[in-house]
């Protein structure tokens, strides 16, 4: 005799007590449309923050680097780079490289932007900004940088900086970002992701072209050069004039 299968209760599983849970499906419609009011106040909020800030270098990494750690201070030296190129450096606006990165910039008397996340921990703000904007979601945060950027360094990083690198990657790949430079710092750090790398190529799941945008290094001078040269050879920047109607203060 077959006996009835019956479907799971997801409810069940879920502590009645606990409030913050995501596995009920979609919510009510008035839910939904708050959400993405919020998601368009957000956008809205980062447009207008960011549309004057000029051309940006956006630096990932991570925010557990203390200032004596080699890779807290090559990324100052990246600050101070950008900087020098009459560049403006972005990045995720918390501790470690994203810290070091800003105060390069800060300190050698260039533009510093920190395009920060709200979170339970390691989150703070870094006082090495002009321009400090605390974003919700990583998603909304992660347009925001790509948008404004002309070229990314990948520092060494956790799950935070992968996901920011493998989603510039993809939009360089599938043509969404064209000849942005991506600069990959750290080669003994990087050295199993480009060993992993060389088994997609065998495995034909990217193609040998997909590294060529791609610079792995150690040299700060070797990382500015090559943006400097793929910001002079390929883009162009328009000036922004600033609309009195729209509250854009001179």
Same mark, same amino acid.
């Given at each position: 005799? @077959?006996t @009835?299968?019956?479907?799971?209760?997801?409810?069940? =599983?879920?502590?009645?007590s606990?409030?913050?849970y995501n596995?009920?499906?979609?919510?009510?419609r #008035?839910?939904?449309?708050?959400?993405a009011f919020? #998601?368009f106040?957000? +956008? #809205?909020?980062?447009f207008?923050t960011?549309?004057f800030?000029?051309?940006c270098?956006?630096?990932?990494g991570?925010?557990?680097f203390?200032?004596?750690?080699p890779?807290? =201070?090559k990324a100052k030296?990246i600050g101070?780079g950008?900087a020098? *190129?009459?560049?403006?450096?972005?990045?995720g606006?918390g501790?470690?490289?994203?810290?070091?990165a800003n105060?390069?910039?800060?300190?050698?008397?260039?533009k510093s932007i920190g395009?920060n #996340?709200?979170l339970?921990?390691?989150?703070q703000p870094?006082?090495?900004?002009h321009?400090s904007?605390?974003i919700?979601y990583?998603f909304?945060?992660?347009? *925001?940088m790509?948008?404004?950027?002309?070229?990314f360094?990948?520092?060494?990083?956790?799950f935070?900086?992968m996901?920011? +690198?493998?989603?510039t990657l993809?939009?360089?790949q599938t043509k969404?970002i064209?000849?942005?430079p991506?600069?990959?710092?750290?080669?003994?750090?990087?050295?199993? +992701?480009?060993?992993?790398?060389?088994?997609?190529i065998?495995?034909?799941t990217?193609?040998?072209?997909d590294?060529k945008?791609m610079?792995?290094?150690?040299?700060?001078?070797?990382?500015i050069?090559?943006?400097?040269?793929?910001?002079?050879?390929n883009y162009?920047?328009?000036?922004?004039k600033r609309?009195?109607?729209l +509250? @854009?203060?001179?």
């Amino acid at each position: 005799m @077959e006996t @009835e299968t019956k479907k799971p209760n997801f409810r069940r =599983i879920i502590p009645a007590s606990n409030k913050n849970y995501n596995l009920e499906g979609p919510k009510t419609r #008035i839910h939904e449309l708050k959400f993405a009011f919020e #998601i368009f106040v957000q +956008f #809205i909020k980062g447009f207008r923050t960011l549309h004057f800030v000029g051309p940006c270098i956006t630096v990932f990494g991570s925010a557990r680097f203390k200032e004596d750690h080699p890779f807290y =201070i090559k990324a100052k030296e990246i600050g101070k780079g950008i900087a020098e *190129l009459g560049l403006t450096t972005m990045t995720g606006g918390g501790p470690g490289i994203m810290e070091a990165a800003n105060r390069g910039a800060f300190e050698a008397g260039g533009k510093s932007i920190g395009c920060n #996340i709200k979170l339970p921990f390691e989150q703070q703000p870094n006082p090495f900004t002009h321009i400090s904007l605390t974003i919700n979601y990583f998603f909304i945060r992660k347009v *925001l940088m790509v948008k404004y950027s002309y070229a990314f360094i990948i520092m060494p990083g956790g799950f935070g900086t992968m996901d920011e +690198f493998f989603e510039t990657l993809t939009l360089a790949q599938t043509k969404v970002i064209n000849d942005f430079p991506i600069v990959v710092m750290g080669n003994a750090y990087y050295k199993p +992701f480009m060993e992993w790398m060389e088994q997609m190529i065998q495995q034909g799941t990217i193609s040998e072209e997909d590294k060529k945008f791609m610079l792995f290094t150690d040299s700060a001078d070797e990382a500015i050069e090559h943006i400097a040269k793929y910001v002079s050879n390929n883009y162009k920047v328009k000036p922004r004039k600033r609309l009195w109607w729209l +509250f @854009e203060k001179v």
